[in-house]
């Protein structure tokens, strides 16, 4: 897995510096392919993804510019 993580990391965009540090995009693609393979409600998405606002809006924005 982290050879193909080694391949994804740097396609993905960074943070504009304008709302701080992103939370990691390791973590937040976990809980958008865990939201994707099971269909459960963002907000029964389990903590250890992160704040389910935060996995939300990632998966918005990058559907949006086509990340």
């Known amino acids: 897995m982290d050879a193909e993580w080694e391949r994804l990391g740097p396609l993905l ?3 504009n510096g304008r709302c701080g540090c992103w ?3 390791r973590q937040v693609i976990d809980g958008i392919l865990r939201w ?16 389910r606002k ?5 998966h918005r924005l990058w559907s949006a510019d086509g990340t």
Do not use: A, N, Y
């Open 36 to 51: 994707v393979r099971t269909g459960v409600k963002w907000r029964d998405l389990p903590e250890r993804f992160g704040p």
């Open 23 to 25: 939370r990691d995009h």
């Open 54 to 58: 935060t996995i939300f809006e990632r």
């Open 13 to 15: 965009p960074v943070s």
